[in-house]
């Protein structure tokens, strides 16, 4: 079976930097090039008390990013179609920005599609 796209969702624990809306932006667009994704749009919102929300916008799909600072504890989506992207390539970047002491990845494999 061929699918045409993967989802990496991840969960990141015990990490650092969850609360600055600039760490979030620049781990998206290293995730967007690590990835081989061809960046569309970046938006970052912050919230009150506390949490940011990122999302790369790419034209094989998306980059989210989703933090809880009370928690240390991040979401992450990436969601790449065709066959170009490498969206495991965001764990190192992850790793370098947040610092997680676990990280676990699950993998579905998208719109399965006969031969």
């Known amino acids: 079976m061929k699918s045409v796209g993967r989802h990496l969702i991840l ?6 930097e969850l609360n600055s ?3 979030v932006e620049q781990a998206l667009r290293e995730a967007t090039e ?5 960046l569309l749009d970046l938006k970052v919102h912050t919230f009150s008390p506390q949490g940011v929300t990122g999302v790369a916008v790419v034209s094989e799909s998306h980059i989210l990013i989703h933090t809880w600072p009370e928690l240390n504890y991040a979401a992450v989506d ?4 065709g ?3 490498e969206p495991a390539a965001v764990v190192p970047v992850l790793q370098k920005h947040f610092g997680p002491q676990r990280i676990q ?8 599609v006969s031969e």
């Open 83 to 85: 066959d170009r992207a």
């Open 11 to 16: 969960e990141l624990w015990e990490c650092r």
């Open 21 to 23: 809306p600039d760490v």
């Open 34 to 38: 690590a990835c081989k994704a061809n």
């Open 78 to 81: 990436v969601f790449t179609c």
């Open 105 to 112: 990845v699950m993998e579905i494999r998208r719109g399965l």
